[in-house]
T-cell receptor, first 107, second 115 residues
């Protein structure tokens, strides 16, 4: 069962930053926060992960609050191809998906 | 090269038939998984194998039997197919979870339709 809460859907204008929130208030000290996305029923694609510190890679940035009870995935310049379902996952020894957030990037 | 590959990509079959979906990974991972995504789009773990040994079995009916001939392969065999088995099945692999940097890589899915 998922340990995270995400909004069901969000819209974002093309070229703007997309900020996707996730609540994980029951996270344990050794559990990582992972983000995946799934584009139109393709295989889920890894985006980024973190434990305590903020992380950035070529795809996105991950901001984790100091108490680690929530995080935000930031796509700095969203494109139409970023339209997908985004999953926030708290992972220890296995990976369980919640319902995710359906992000729609609009022209 | 595709890291996690599944075959077939599409499969249409009649109720009561037995079918298999094959999965292979070339990442050198010890752990492999099967996930099911139904029509409501929920992605649920079915099985996890570590080095050919079953680790997770999420109350999947006995009609589903994973088979791991070696750690690079985890095939899914389904007996007596039912309409409710229609779904997209994803194979995945990873290094041991819980360690920094280890993540799961997914195949592109196998679309099973039971008629």
């Amino acid at each position: 069962d998922a340990k995270t809460t995400q909004p069901t859907s969000m819209d974002c204008a093309e070229g703007r930053a997309a900020n996707l929130p996730c609540n994980h208030s029951t996270i344990s000290g050794n559990e990582y926060v992972y983000w995946y996305r799934q584009i139109h029923s393709q295989g889920p694609q890894y985006i980024i992960h973190g434990l305590k510190n903020n992380e950035t890679n070529e795809m996105a940035s991950l901001i984790i609050t100091e108490d680690r009870k929530s995080s935000t995935l930031i796509l700095p310049h969203a494109t139409l191809r970023d339209t997908a379902v985004y999953y926030c996952i708290v992972m220890s020894l296995d990976m369980r998906f919640g319902a995710g957030t359906r992000l729609t990037v609009k022209p | 090269d595709t890291a996690v590959s599944q075959t077939p990509k599409y499969l249409v079959t009649q109720m009561g038939n037995d079918k298999s979906i094959k999965c292979e990974q070339n990442l050198g991972h010890d752990t492999m998984y099967w996930y099911k995504q139904d029509s409501k789009k929920f992605l649920k773990i079915m099985f996890s194998y570590n080095n050919k040994e079953l680790i997770i079995n999420e109350t999947v009916p006995n009609r589903f039997s994973p088979k791991s001939p070696d750690k690079a392969h985890l095939n899914l065999h389904i007996n007596s197919l039912e309409l409710g088995d229609s779904a997209v099945y994803f194979c995945a692999s990873s290094a041991p979870l819980g360690f920094e940097g280890n993540t799961i890589y997914f195949g592109e899915g196998s679309w099973l339709t039971v008629v």
